[in-house]
């Protein structure tokens, strides 16, 4: 099971709508959602952060480019946007919606998070 597989799983223990949990077990995985695990596997298992994400769930995916996740313990959550969603392109990238409800690119999920809380 490669990473990306592993990630999905930690996160779909705690994904409670169908729909959604189907999005992260699917095989083969949607291009886009395989984008979003990458990255989170890419940044999480560098800083050796992958056991936090057993806390975090998918918790909506609002519009086709746009992945929001939930801590179910802490309250604390991160988004992850896809290709042209904030205009740079076919880039993939962690984010946070901001006071003035609007999406902000984070250099990181950390970032991401820090802003999240900032603001909500």
Not at 37 to 44: D, G, Q, T
Request: charged share 30%.
């Amino acid at each position: 099971m490669n990473i990306e597989r592993i990630v999905a799983h930690l996160i779909a223990r705690n994904t409670d709508a169908p729909d959604l949990k189907q999005e992260l077990l699917e095989e083969p995985v949607s291009k886009r959602t395989k984008r979003v695990l990458s990255l989170i596997a890419v940044e999480w298992s560098k800083n050796g952060r992958l056991k936090d994400l057993y806390d975090y769930a998918l918790f909506e995916i609002p519009e086709p480019y746009v992945y929001c996740f939930f801590n179910i313990r802490n309250h604390k959550r991160f988004d992850v946007y896809l290709n042209d969603y904030n205009g740079n392109g076919n880039s993939c990238t962690f984010g946070y919606v901001d006071s003035r409800s609007v999406t902000q690119d984070a250099q990181n999920s950390d970032e991401a998070i820090r802003e999240y809380s900032n603001h909500f």
